[in-house]
């Protein structure tokens, strides 16, 4: 089933996210994961995609089993930051083979050994081509509610933003952010532009200290002070920090719902107790 259609159809949405192993020794664990959080039956589930396609076989295969085998709607992530445009179609109609109608199209991180080939610039590029290859295919880009770190100014991130949804661009998941008057203010920017195709907030559950700087580092996101106290205040004690920061989230996903913000993306992280915590939490706000 096409993401669009199921946003559409339903008032509240509660989605989470998996990332293949890197290897194929770690491929048994991460099966086992995707599938119990497959169990909590949540709308859909995406799939990440390693940097220059490392990993692109398992995201094919996880993707695949969670939509055949558990009946789970998939969103299938592409990158492009090392990839050729045969590349690109190749794995295009590997996921159309496979059943999956769903693409996150994305430029992706650079590798630190720099970029292998230059077919692609931006993740616009990626949009443009996988509907020329197939109009039917429903596609999900990002957006940044605090700026791209690579923008100078959050305008021209924008701007960038209007041109992926030109190219084709079905819905949008947020990065990660934790004080959702940024995510308020960042949908007055866009809509005032003209963006006004769904927003999906993504919301990283926050369960031990080192996920704090590893965020602010990957996504420059602001750690609000409240985050900052019960980091402080938890951080010594494993399963006090897992639960505070399932109940950030909660929280964060309720304000969020009450605010008619209601197509939540949860960042789960391989990690079914988190995301069996959250559906929890909000089982009778969703239902």
């Known amino acids: 089933m096409k993401i669009r259609d199921i946003i559409k159809d339903k008032e509240v949405t509660l989605s989470f996210e998996v990332f293949p192993p890197k290897t194929d020794a770690g491929y048994e664990a991460v099966e086992k994961a995707a599938a119990e959080i497959a169990a909590l039956k949540p709308d859909f589930m995406s799939v990440t995609y390693g940097a220059g396609g490392g990993t692109s076989k398992n995201t094919v295969n996880i993707a695949a089993d969670l939509q055949n085998k558990y009946g789970t709607p998939v969103l299938?992530?592409?990158?492009?930051?090392?990839?050729?445009?045969?590349?690109?179609?190749?794995?295009?109609?590997?996921?159309?083979?496979?059943g999956i109608e769903n693409i996150m199209a994305l430029r992706g991180d650079i590798p630190k050994e720099g970029r292998i080939c230059y077919d692609y610039d931006h993740a616009m590029q990626?949009?443009?081509?996988?509907?020329?290859?197939?109009d039917s295919i429903c596609i999900g880009g990002a957006c940044y509610p605090e700026g791209h770190v690579e923008c100078a100014r959050q305008s021209e991130d924008i701007e960038h933003l209007k041109e992926k949804v030109a190219a084709g661009c079905d819905f949008l998941t947020t990065q990660m952010f934790f004080d959702n008057s940024t995510l308020y203010q960042f949908l007055y920017r866009i809509r005032e532009?003209?963006?006004?195709?769904?927003?999906?907030?993504?919301?990283?559950?926050?369960t031990n200290a080192k996920q704090v700087a590893r965020s602010v580092a990957l996504s420059g996101s602001t750690i609000p002070q409240k985050m900052k106290i019960m980091v402080d205040r938890f951080a010594d004690d494993p399963e006090k920090m897992k639960e505070a920061g399932i109940i950030y989230a909660s929280d964060q996903i309720i304000d969020l719902i009450s605010n008619g913000v209601s197509h939540i993306h949860v960042y789960s992280m391989n990690k079914p107790d988190i995301a069996a915590g959250i559906m929890r939490n909000l089982a009778t706000i969703i239902r």
């Open 193 to 206: 532009k003209g963006i006004d195709v769904p927003v999906l907030p993504g919301i990283m559950p926050i």
């Open 76 to 98: 299938a992530h592409l990158t492009c930051v090392s990839s050729t445009k045969e590349h690109v179609k190749e794995v295009v109609r590997e996921y159309k083979e496979k």
């Open 126 to 134: 990626l949009i443009y081509d996988i509907k020329s290859i197939d």
